[in-house]
């Protein structure tokens, strides 16, 4: 029998994106022999064993990492570094750190200082996601034709690099290596702008005078209902990745007024022309989402 990419995996860090990781490694022996998980939440640590997707689940992530090939940090980006600490003398020499943040600047500066000569550091950053959080939130295919960026760093390996890539690979996710920056610049509009869009304007319908604010509950349509499904995302991820990603994301917002106050003087003078373009130049991008088979 081939023997696995790794022999022993650790996932720091239980909720979706975390518990999914161990579904899928748990489903394909080709990638670990042994998975360990590991939470800072008692209750959490319980039902990941209840549930029966780890081989062993610790409360103490210096005991998860001991031994292990492959360390996977699936916490908030803002925590990233003070886990790193931690762990990062315990780790075995040779293994792998990988983290599966969506800001890549902020939690490569995080980590870089705690890392060791003989341990490699991979960021990655998969672009799958739910609104929903926990372990009993985690799927097995949750990665599947989803796209997973990496960052290499000046901590990078080639060859641990070419053991993650395959890592992604074989979750069923689509690889990409960026530049740190640009990662960060286009995960701002992809992803971060959307969510703080998604945040503002349900701030805003909460706001409303109560009989508008409760009509707008009343007869929510499914534009609104989009947002309202974005906006019920963890508040202390999307804290620390507006914090932690702040340029980017003011440099798009910036950039989304100028478009907004366009499309606002497109109403106010009826310039049809502007007004059809820029809804057909939308229907575009969900239909170029739709042939990637990046819409569910």
């Known amino acids: 029998m081939k023997a696995p990419l790794f022999e022993r995996i650790t996932v720091i860090g239980l909720g979706l994106i975390g518990s999914s990781i161990l579904r899928r490694v748990m ?3 080709t990638l670990a022999h042994f998975v360990i998980g590991s939470d800072n939440n008692p209750a959490v640590c319980e039902r990941v064993e209840a549930l029966k997707i780890a081989d062993e689940v610790y409360l103490d992530p210096v005991q998860a990492v001991a031994n292990s090939d492959c360390v996977i940090l699936c916490m908030p980006v803002g925590v990233m570094g003070e886990v790193a600490k931690k762990i990062i ?4 020499s040779g293994a792998i750190l990988i983290d ?3 800001t890549k600047e902020s939690v490569i500066e995080a980590i870089q200082p705690y890392l060791r000569d ?3 550091f991979v960021p990655c950053h998969p672009m799958a996601g739910t609104e929903f959080s926990g372990p009993d939130a985690g799927f097995a295919s949750l990665f599947e034709n989803r796209w997973c960026l990496l960052t290499p760093c000046k901590s990078t390996t080639e060859d641990a690099l070419e053991k993650i890539t395959y890592f992604w690979q074989k979750m069923g996710a689509q690889t990409r290596n960026l530049p740190i920056k640009h990662h960060d610049k286009v995960c701002a509009i992809v992803s971060h702008l959307p969510h ?3 945040f503002t304007i349900c701030n805003t319908a909460d706001h409303l005078a109560d009989e508008t604010r409760s009509e707008v509950l009343d007869y929510a349509a499914s534009g609104f ?3 309202t499904r974005i906006a019920a995302s963890d508040p202390t991820m999307w804290r620390d990745v507006f914090l932690n990603n702040r340029e980017a994301i003011l440099e798009m917002l910036a950039r989304f007024i100028e478009d907004t106050q366009a499309m606002a003087r497109a109403i106010r003078w009826g310039d049809e022309d502007y007004i059809v373009n820029s809804i057909k130049n939308g229907r575009a991008i969900r239909q170029s989402l739709i042939d990637n088979k990046q819409v569910q």
């Open 100 to 102: 599966t943040g969506s």
């Open 225 to 227: 209902r989009d947002f």
């Open 118 to 120: 003989d341990i490699s």
């Open 27 to 29: 489903q394909d022996k």
């Open 89 to 92: 003398p315990a780790m075995k």
């Open 196 to 198: 703080l869009l998604a």
